[in-house]
């Protein structure tokens, strides 16, 4: 990028909103996975027609732009790899509306996801897509990873409820997607297109959510078993019971010794797993919902049941299941994070297999998560200098995916692609949908300008 480029971007964004010493860029060179490359430059637009003029300048131009939120991706989806321009919304982070009669927010891709749903709660309404990083993900984030989090089971992910877009296209064109209202059938759904691109196909600049109103309550839960397979077996058998909690968290052994010194009362020695399971609903639903669940699970008598009394012990369970990812590299300095799906009736034989999986290649690995849904986070823990350790990684995570795949599962369910599973997507698409998936990277952005080098395999990017 030449001194040329780097004048006309400071006059697009104003030379206090372009950061280009080493100390400001290497605050953008990171995510969650913990990698770093260096962008050449950092611009904090404040307008759609601001970021369609850096993407003109882009086209014609041909360097790299990424676009990146708060930077806690796990898959590198936020990272310069190529070099190039990182566009950050800290700037575009205005909550524009809440509309109330309609139930839908307009936002602008900056907002923080856990800001957006405290402002909602004090006006009784909710958006349910709840990340465990809620604290500091953006909504724009959220939209290209398509995030989930533990509410899914119930609610779903963040394609369900974003209705409509503003997109930057590659070329700077100002594209809106999708509609306000209910419903909405004209054309091609674009807004699902773009939902989970990972920052390939376009920048989003606005985002029109889909409400709901909050749950007047919600029952805790916490279950405690010394057996992993009468765990992941409860699982299954809660959904096909009827049951629908809005969240069913599971934690092995392990992910619970990272995080048992944040519960006041830690779990008791041979707890080998635990599920966190809420309900909500009205007060007189969840009395009527606490009654089954409770008589269920005891005529499983398959573990030991709690129920939290009180807001403080709600808080300290969820702040101890949030801190699990975070709190693994306690055990390793580094982590091969995965975030594989199974059908929830597959659960007790993928635990099962990445327990044998750490036996057989001598690696810590933790397995925590949505497991109401069938997404479990797969953590491998690794020591990248120690080289036969990380190799030793890189194989549990090959294999694992293969086993995922062998049981109809996926092999991303929130995380996405971005260029640490890249050199694994054809292990799950055929060569036909692949071609297709690049042909539409191809057709938005011909010169490969928006985020080069993620999702498809370097060998076959377009
Ligand atoms: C402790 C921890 C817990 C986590 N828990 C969960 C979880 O429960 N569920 C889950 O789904 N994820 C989880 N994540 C992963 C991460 O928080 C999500 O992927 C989140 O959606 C990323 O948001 P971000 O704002 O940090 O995006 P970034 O990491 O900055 O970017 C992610 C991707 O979005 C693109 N992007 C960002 N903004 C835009 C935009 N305006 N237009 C187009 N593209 C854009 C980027 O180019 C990149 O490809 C967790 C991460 C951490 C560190």
């Given at each position: 990028?030449?001194?040329?480029?780097?004048?006309?971007?400071?006059?697009?964004?104003?030379?206090?909103?372009?950061?280009?010493?080493?100390?400001?860029?290497?605050?953008?060179?990171?995510?969650?996975?913990?990698?770093?490359?260096?962008?050449?430059?950092?611009?904090?637009?404040?307008?759609?027609?601001?970021?369609?003029?850096?993407?003109?300048?882009?086209?014609?131009?041909?360097?790299?732009?990424?676009?990146?939120?708060?930077?806690?991706?796990?898959?590198?989806?936020?990272?310069?790899?190529?070099?190039?321009?990182?566009?950050?919304?800290?700037?575009?982070?205005?909550?524009?509306?809440?509309?109330?009669?309609?139930?839908?927010?307009?936002?602008?891709?900056?907002?923080?996801?856990?800001?957006?749903?405290?402002?909602?709660?004090?006006?009784?309404?909710?958006?349910?897509?709840?990340?465990?990083?809620?604290?500091?993900?953006?909504?724009?984030?959220?939209?290209?990873?398509?995030?989930?989090?533990p509410?899914?089971v119930k609610?779903?992910?963040?394609?369900?409820?974003?209705?409509?877009?503003?997109?930057?296209?590659?070329?700077?064109?100002?594209?809106?997607?999708?509609?306000?209202?209910?419903?909405?059938?004209?054309?091609?759904?674009?807004?699902?297109?773009?939902?989970?691109?990972?920052?390939?196909?376009?920048?989003?600049?606005?985002?029109?959510?889909?409400?709901?109103?909050?749950p007047e309550a919600k029952a805790t839960f916490l279950l405690s078993f010394s057996s992993?397979?009468d765990a992941t077996t409860l699982v299954g058998e809660i959904m096909s019971a009827g049951l629908v909690p809005c969240t069913l968290e599971y934690m092995?052994?392990?992910?619970?010794?990272?995080?048992?010194?944040?519960?006041?009362s830690?779990p008791a020695?041979?707890t080998?797993a635990l599920l966190l399971i809420e309900f909500d609903g009205t007060a007189q639903q969840l009395t009527d919902t606490t009654a089954r669940f409770t008589t269920f699970v005891r005529s499983k008598n398959s573990c030991t049941l709690q129920q939290a009394t009180n807001a403080?012990e709600k808080?300290e369970l969820w702040?101890?299941r949030?801190?699990?990812?975070?709190?693994?590299?306690?055990?390793?300095?580094?982590?091969?994070?995965?975030?594989?799906?199974?059908?929830r009736?597959?659960?007790?034989?993928?635990?099962?297999?990445?327990?044998?999986?750490?036996?057989?290649?001598?690696?810590?690995?933790?397995?925590?998560?949505?497991a109401g849904?069938?997404?479990?986070?797969?953590?491998?823990?690794?020591?990248?200098?120690?080289?036969?350790?990380?190799?030793?990684?890189?194989?549990?995570?090959?294999?694992?995916?293969?086993?995922?795949?062998?049981?109809?599962?996926?092999?991303?369910?929130?995380?996405?692609?971005?260029?640490?599973?890249?050199?694994?997507?054809?292990?799950?698409?055929?060569?036909?949908?692949?071609?297709?998936?690049?042909?539409?990277?191809?057709?938005?952005?011909?010169?490969?300008?928006?985020?080069?080098?993620?999702?498809?395999?370097?060998?076959?990017?377009?």
């Amino acid at each position: 990028m030449d001194a040329q480029i780097l004048k006309q971007l400071a006059q697009i964004v104003g030379a206090k909103h372009l950061l280009t010493s080493p100390e400001e860029l290497a605050c953008y060179s990171f995510d969650g996975t913990g990698q770093s490359f260096m962008p050449e430059a950092v611009a904090l637009p404040e307008s759609a027609s601001q970021i369609a003029s850096l993407l003109q300048l882009a086209n014609t131009r041909r360097f790299p732009v990424i676009p990146r939120g708060a930077g806690s991706g796990m898959t590198g989806g936020a990272l310069p790899v190529r070099g190039g321009l990182v566009i950050a919304f800290s700037r575009m982070n205005r909550i524009l509306e809440i509309d109330r009669e309609n139930m839908i927010a307009v936002v602008e891709p900056g907002v923080i996801t856990g800001e957006l749903q405290s402002a909602l709660q004090k006006k009784g309404l909710m958006y349910p897509p709840d990340p465990a990083s809620l604290k500091f993900c953006s909504l724009g984030g959220n939209a290209a990873e398509c995030a989930g989090g533990p509410s899914a089971v119930k609610y779903g992910v963040t394609r369900d409820y974003i209705i409509g877009l503003e997109v930057v296209l590659a070329d700077g064109r100002i594209m809106q997607t999708g509609v306000r209202t209910e419903k909405g059938v004209v054309g091609y759904d674009l807004t699902h297109l773009f939902i989970g691109s990972e920052g390939t196909l376009g920048i989003f600049t606005k985002l029109i959510l889909r409400l709901l109103p909050l749950p007047e309550a919600k029952a805790t839960f916490l279950l405690s078993f010394s057996s992993i397979a009468d765990a992941t077996t409860l699982v299954g058998e809660i959904m096909s019971a009827g049951l629908v909690p809005c969240t069913l968290e599971y934690m092995d052994k392990t992910a619970i010794a990272v995080v048992a010194g944040r519960l006041s009362s830690p779990p008791a020695k041979e707890t080998k797993a635990l599920l966190l399971i809420e309900f909500d609903g009205t007060a007189q639903q969840l009395t009527d919902t606490t009654a089954r669940f409770t008589t269920f699970v005891r005529s499983k008598n398959s573990c030991t049941l709690q129920q939290a009394t009180n807001a403080g012990e709600k808080k300290e369970l969820w702040l101890a299941r949030r801190s699990i990812s975070p709190a693994t590299l306690s055990l390793k300095p580094h982590k091969i994070s995965e975030d594989v799906v199974v059908p929830r009736s597959k659960i007790p034989k993928l635990v099962a297999f990445t327990e044998k999986l750490a036996d057989r290649l001598k690696l810590i690995i933790l397995t925590f998560g949505h497991a109401g849904d069938g997404n479990i986070h797969v953590n491998i823990m690794v020591d990248k200098t120690d080289t036969d350790e990380y190799q030793r990684g890189m194989q549990a995570k090959k294999q694992l995916f293969e086993y995922v795949i062998s049981l109809d599962g996926t092999i991303s369910g929130e995380h996405g692609i971005g260029t640490t599973k890249a050199e694994f997507i054809s292990m799950e698409l055929s060569p036909t949908t692949l071609a297709v998936m690049q042909g539409i990277k191809t057709l938005f952005d011909p010169n490969d300008i928006l985020n080069p080098g993620k999702i498809f395999p370097s060998s076959q990017h377009p």
